[in-house]
Every structure is written in structure tokens, then in C-alpha cells.
């Protein structure tokens, strides 16, 4: 096992020689294994061990073994006691996802405090197929069935090739001890009902289960990588990038046949779960939208908007005095007093500062918004414009207005009201410039 175990990380891994690797050590046999391997082949590892305090004296005990597992190493060891219970009521988590994040934000607080380059855990083969199982009895898509990856960013699992019998025959040939996890025996959890119930059927039906296993997994992988690399093909040809939103052309969409999971793909990682609204989206009218908790998915006549939510200190009106000269939220803007006007754009005007009423406001839309939209003649009700000037769904509710006394100044970025605009009459003119 260790020249496997090294060929492995010269094959796969060579990136690991020469750095910091903080080891996850339970106490149980297969983090124990992975400690000896490392240390035979002289990688340079700290070890983290976490007491749940779950298992009253066990936890102790187990928390004893692995110090003194590092003291007759000479390994650098990190050991945090965790009130988990405690904080799955307080996070409404069960036991199990509790202590996931309890150790997982420990860890990456210790590589970052202590020049650590990687966080390595000691799952295993076994670990894969019970992991695949349970997101099958579950319902998965396609990456749910890869298992569980070798490496997640700082995370390293460099025995997901090993079964649990090579592990125990190696801890057994070199007379390694380990710590037995009592709650491994009972089946209250779902993982160690499949490992106790199931998986030892497929074993038995299939002597070269494992193996066979090893295989779909690797065709599962590739078959996601060409989901991926097609799906970014077809990104490329239907979908639009607006700063911080996206525009899906509707019409594209819909000419491809599987139209459904290419929206699941490019838009999984914005945290949606009503998927079969969102595939209902591009056939129901406009205005229709589907949430996630923080992004906003629109359907506006031919395309799909992906928006994040606006904050909700964004929602309000911000105000302006008289003598402020710059003002940066919500945008940035800047007010200088001139004696010419010369060429405006749009973002670019002149006003006569003796017509505006102190303090000025920044906000959005509100119900019966007119305004006398500089270039053209008379009075016009802000919805009109904005219907004349095509404004999306999302356009509308973003634009800000600068406001005087309750009436328009300018549409920001997009058009003054000719009433306030500076003239060869004006005494004081006022520059006002987006940035």
C-alpha cells in the first residue's frame, strides 16, 4: 500500500511535495493510516483533531490517543473542543452537518493562521460508494453520482483509492493502532446503514465490485466534464454578461432540444431551488420571476435576467445638501459651480442652481413620476418614457432619479427635465456629472 500510496502522489499529486499539509486525525483507523503513510515518505504534516464532545469519556479518550500519536511522531498538533450539540440547536442543524461546519471553518482558520497549504483527509474508496448511494436514494444530478472529488480546492483526499480491507490489512501488517468510533456500529444514521446493510450485497453479488465501481465513477466524471464543456459552448452563443446580471435570449434557448438542462447548468450555482418554475419561466408572460435567496431570475418579453438581490440599504432615498460637493452613494456624483455651460452628455448636465430646492434626492420610480424630458416638447409621464425608450423590467426598478422638491432634475445617465437645465439667462449654473 505505501508504493501505491506514493505512486499515487507522484502521479496525481506532485504538487504536494515541499508544502504544509494539515492532517484531519480522528483517531480512527483510516486518518491514522493516512499519518504513517505520510510520515514514511517524509511529507511535512501537522495533524487537527476535533472533540464533538458526543460521546462523553470516548471523545476524551480519542482526543488522548491522537496527542500522543503526535508526540511519538514529533508532529505539530492542533486540538479544538467543540460544544456541538449546543450549536445544532442554536444553527437549527443536524448533528452531523453541525459538526461539518464546526471543523471545516477550524481548519481553514488553521492553515491560514499557520502557513498551512492544504487541508488532507482520509476518505476512502468505501466512502465514495456509500456517499454515491446516499445521493442516489436522495435524487441527484449528475455530479451527485462522481462522488465525493480527490481535490476541492485547499481540500486533498489522497486515499479515495484505497478500499477499507487494504487499509486494515496495512494498519494490521505494521501493528498500527486505532481508536474504534462506537457510533460506527449503529445504524441511527443513514451512512452506516448502507454501510452495514447494503454495500455488503453489492460486495457479495459482485466480487469485483470495487473495481467495477472505480470505473463508473471515472465515466460519470467524464461524462461530466463533456456536459460541461458544451454547456459553456452554448453559453457563449445564448447568453448575454451585464455586469453583474446575465440575459438569456429566450428564442436561442428554446431551439435547443434539452433547453431545461442547460438553464440547470448555468444557473445551479446561483442557489435556486423551484426548478420547474424556472423552466416553465420563457413560456409565461413578462414580469414572471422565480427567487433564490440572494439572485432574481426575470422573464422581460425575450429574455431571461439573472440580477442579484438588491440590498436593502440600496432601496432607500439618499439626500443632498447644499454645499456638498461629491456624494458616492448610491452613485457617484459631483456637483461644481461654473460660469459657462459647455457640451453636455449623459452623464453630463447643467442646471440653474437658483431653481433646485435643497436638499436634493436620489431615489427610484415612484407611482405618477412625470417629467419635461429635455429634447422634446411638453410633459411626459416617467412609465411612458420609459416604455419609449424600451426599459427592461430590471431597468426600470434600477434607474435612479435626482429629485427637487418631489420633481424630476434627471433621469440619471439618461435624460435632464428641461425645466431645471442652465440657459444663456442662468445666473448660477451648476455642473452635475455621473462618475
Known amino acids: 500500500m505505501l508504493e501505491k500510496f506514493k505512486n499515487h502522489l507522484d502521479q496525481n499529486f506532485p504538487h504536494l511535495y515541499g508544502k504544509k ?126 462522488g465525493i472529488p480527490e481535490q476541492n480546492d485547499k481540500i486533498i483526499r489522497p486515499l479515495l483509492i484505497f478500499s477499507r480491507n487494504e487499509i486494515e490489512n496495512f494498519a494490521n501488517k505494521n501493528q498500527i493502532d486505532w481508536r474504534e468510533d462506537s457510533s460506527n456500529a449503529s445504524d441511527k444514521y443513514l451512512r452506516n446503514k448502507i454501510r452495514h446493510a447494503v454495500v455488503p450485497v453489492l460486495k457479495q453479488l459482485n466480487p469485483s465490485f470495487l473495481t467495477s465501481f472505480q470505473e463508473t465513477l471515472n465515466h460519470l466524471k467524464q461524462s461530466v466534464e463533456l456536459v460541461e464543456d458544451v454547456t459553456a459552448i452554448m453559453y457563449e452563443r445564448i447568453v448575454t454578461q451585464l455586469d453583474n446580471k446575465i440575459q438569456i435570449n429566450i428564442e436561442e434557448l428554446l431551439k435547443l432540444k434539452n433547453y431545461k438542462s442547460y438553464l440547470y447548468q448555468w444557473l445551479k450555482e446561483y442557489g435556486f431551488t423551484a426548478w420547474n418554475d424556472i423552466y416553465n419561466l420563457p413560456h409565461t408572460q413578462s414580469g414572471k420571476q422565480v427567487f433564490s435567496n440572494s439572485y432574481i ?71 405618477g413620476d412625470s417629467f419635461y424630458p429635455s429634447g422634446m416638447n411638453g410633459k411626459k409621464k416617467l412609465s411612458k418614457y420609459f416604455k419609449d425608450e424600451k426599459y427592461s423590467l430590471l431597468e426600470k426598478e434600477e434607474q435612479w432619479l435626482l429629485v427637487s422638491n418631489n420633481e424630476i432634475v434627471w433621469v440619471i445617465g439618461k435624460r435632464a427635465d428641461q425645466r431645471f437645465l442652465a440657459n444663456e439667462n442662468t445666473q448660477n449654473t451648476l455642473k452635475i456629472e455621473l462618475k
Open 297 to 367: 431570475l426575470l422573464k422581460d418579453r425575450n429574455y431571461l435576467l439573472l440580477s442579484p438581490k438588491e440590498k436593502e440599504e440600496l432601496k432607500e432615498s439618499f439626500f443632498i445638501n447644499e454645499n456638498l460637493k461629491n456624494h458616492k452613494v448610491p452613485l457617484n456624483l459631483s456637483f461644481c459651480n461654473i460660469s459657462y455651460i459647455s457640451n453636455s452628455d449623459n452623464n453630463i448636465i447643467f442646471v440653474d442652481e437658483d431653481k433646485l430646492q435643497f436638499p436634493l434626492e436620489i431615489r427610484k420610480k415612484k407611482e
Open 21 to 146: 499539509l494539515l492532517l484531519t486525525v480522528s483517531g480512527g483507523i483510516d486518518s491514522v493510516v493516512l499519518v504513517h503513510l505520510c510520515k514514511k515518505i517524509q511529507l511535512e504534516i501537522g495533524v487537527a483533531h476535533c472533540n464533538f464532545q458526543l460521546r462523553d469519556t470516548e471523545s476524551d479518550e480519542d482526543e488522548l490517543f491522537v496527542q500522543e500519536l503526535c508526540t511519538q511522531y514529533n508532529i505539530p498538533i492542533f486540538i479544538q473542543k467543540f460544544s456541538t450539540s449546543d450549536y445544532a440547536v442554536q444553527r437549527k442543524l443536524s448533528t452531523q452537518l453541525a459538526a461539518r461546519e464546526l471543523r471545516y471553518n477550524w481548519f481553514n482558520e488553521i492553515i491560514e493562521n499557520n502557513n498551512y497549504d492544504y487541508i488532507v483527509t482520509a476518505h476512502h474508496l468505501d466512502d465514495q460508494i456509500e456517499t454515491f448511494l446516499i445521493n442516489l436514494t436522495r435524487g441527484t444530478g449528475l455530479e451527485g453520482l462522481t
